[in-house]
Each structure stands twice: as C-alpha cells, then as structure tokens.
C-alpha cells in the first residue's frame, strides 16, 4: 500500500508564509515526479508546483517567485515552501507523485488535501 501524507496549512494573513511537507510511504520501487496541485471552490484542480528526481522544477506563472518546491529522495519527500501569500491562494493543496511500486509500472498517487486560506 503507497501512500502520501501530508502536513502543514492552515490561516495565513496575506503577505505570510506557510509551508507544505509530504511523505511517500510504502513498498515503493522508484518515484519520478513529485509535486504539488490545488483545487479552490468552483475551480478546477491545477498544477502548482513538480520537481523531478533529477531536480527539475515547474511553477504555475502565478506563484513563480513566491514558492519554492523542494524534495528529498532519500526520506521520500517533497516540501513547498510558500511565501508572500495572497488571498487567490486559497485551496485545498494536493501532494502528488508518479510512483512505481515492485512489479508494476508508474502510476499517479495524490494526498489527501490540506486546506490552506488566506485572508486579506
């Protein structure tokens, strides 16, 4: 069973920080992509943030230079530190990876959400 928690969020006024941490837990053979997504009310899911094994990362145009995405292979994890936060950060946040368990191919694995708002 491969799971990912996730942990932090919360209230934050505008102008604050907060910062996101996963864990990947299981029988895990490899992890690819790792990153983060979010859903505000009404709105569909949209990618945030991802980070591939190597390094390589992608920001949505919206947080760039805000947030910093950040993993480490060893512990199985990936953080997203975010900064000068505004009210249209509002969402429920979504830890997602590619993983590959023993015997099977890659698939999508998401979290469970956790919420994070903004007041202005």
């Known amino acids: 069973q491969v799971q990912l928690v996730e942990s932090g969020g919360g209230l934050v006024q505008a102008g604050g920080s907060l910062r996101l941490s996963c864990v990947a837990s299981?029988?895990?053979?490899?992890?690819?992509?790792m990153g983060w997504y979010r859903q505000a009310p009404g709105k569909q899911r949209e990618l945030v943030a991802a980070i591939a094994s190597g390094g390589s990362t992608n920001y949505a145009d919206s947080v760039k230079g805000r947030f910093t995405i950040s993993r480490d292979n060893v512990k199985r994890t990936v953080d997203l530190q975010m900064n000068s936060l505004k009210p249209e950060d509002t969402a429920v946040y979504y830890c997602?990876?590619?993983?590959?368990?023993?015997?099977?191919?890659?698939?999508?694995?998401w979290g469970q959400g956790t919420q994070v708002t903004v007041s202005s």
């Open positions: 299981g029988r895990i053979a490899g992890i690819n992509v």
């Open positions: 997602h990876a590619d993983i590959r368990r023993y015997g099977t191919a890659y698939n999508d694995y």
